[in-house]
């Protein structure tokens, strides 16, 4: 089993999680984050001057699956996920050791 953790644009958050349930996969879990990256945020110029806003809104998406499904869901996220600007986030996948569902006590791919 692997995580998935995938660091995305807000804006582009339905649309990756409409094509995810679409393959098939259900269970996730996300969060309204903030950060930064290379760009280290964004510079605005107002009419009082010039200011930087050095953590941007992003969405943060969890999800635990088999191993064999990892390449084609960080493929479909890349996918849809991607503006081709600066700032459409970063994937992580991760080793999974163990899961269980705790109202049923399966484990592992049964509890996923």
Do not use: W
């Not at 999680?17 to 510079?43: C, D, F, N």
């Not at 088999?66 to 479909?76: F, K, L, P, Q, T």
């Amino acid at each position: 089993m692997k995580k998935i953790e995938a660091i995305i644009r807000p804006e582009r958050f339905n649309q990756v999680k409409a094509t995810l349930e679409e393959m098939g996969v259900s269970g996730m879990t996300s969060y309204e984050v903030r950060g930064r990256g290379r760009q280290k945020g964004l510079e605005f110029t107002h009419r009082a001057g010039t200011y930087r806003v050095d953590l941007l809104p992003k969405t943060k998406i969890e999800i635990v699956i088999d191993d064999g499904n990892v390449d084609r869901v960080v493929e479909a996220i890349c996918t849809v996920g991607r503006t081709g600007e600066i700032g459409d986030g970063k994937i992580f996948v991760l080793p999974v050791d163990k899961a269980i569902r705790i109202r049923t006590g399966e484990v592992d791919a049964m509890a996923i």
